[in-house]
C-alpha cells in the first residue's frame, strides 16, 4: 500500500484548504482511513477517521463542526476538508490506512499498517 498525501499550504485564519490523500497497491474500499496531524514540538494527534464504505465518521473535539472527512472509492482516494482554520491548526497532516473495521482503536496511530509522508499545513494569524 502506497500514500500520497497533498493539499497543504500556506492560509490565513478563517480559511480554508482540501487535503487529499491517493490510495494505491491494494483495494482502497478494504481499508479504514485515518487523518493526522503533527505540530511543532508536539506528539502526533488523531484528527478524523472515516469506515471503508464511508458510513462511519469519527473526529476529534477541536476540529468538530470545522473539518469533514470523506473518500471517493471510485477516485482510491480520502479528503479532508478543513474551514475556520486556525492558527493551532498548524501541522504536517498524515493519512494513514488499515484494513480492519472502524472502531474507538482508530483514535491511536498504533492502529494503522500504512501511512503516507504528510503534508503541512500553516495557518497564519
Known amino acids: 500500500v502506497q500514500l500520497q498525501a497533498s493539499g497543504g499550504g500556506l492560509v490565513q485564519a478563517g480559511g480554508s484548504l482540501r487535503l487529499s490523500c491517493a490510495f494505491s497497491g491494494r483495494t482502497f474500499s478494504w481499508y479504514t482511513m485515518g487523518w493526522f496531524r503533527q505540530a511543532p514540538g508536539k506528539e502526533r494527534e488523531f484528527v478524523a477517521v472515516i469506515s471503508r464504505n464511508g458510513g462511519t465518521i469519527y473526529y476529534q473535539d477541536s476540529v468538530k463542526g470545522r473539518f469533514t472527512i470523506s473518500r471517493d472509492n471510485a477516485k482510491n482516494t480520502v479528503y479532508l476538508q478543513m474551514t475556520s482554520l486556525k492558527p493551532e491548526d498548524t501541522a504536517v497532516y498524515y493519512c494513514?490506512?488499515?484494513?480492519?473495521?472502524?472502531?474507538?482503536?482508530?483514535?491511536?496511530?498504533?492502529?494503522?499498517?500504512?501511512w503516507g509522508q504528510g503534508t503541512l499545513v500553516t495557518v497564519s494569524s
Open positions: 494513514a490506512a488499515d484494513a480492519g473495521v472502524i472502531s474507538s482503536r482508530y483514535y491511536y496511530g498504533d492502529a494503522y499498517d500504512y
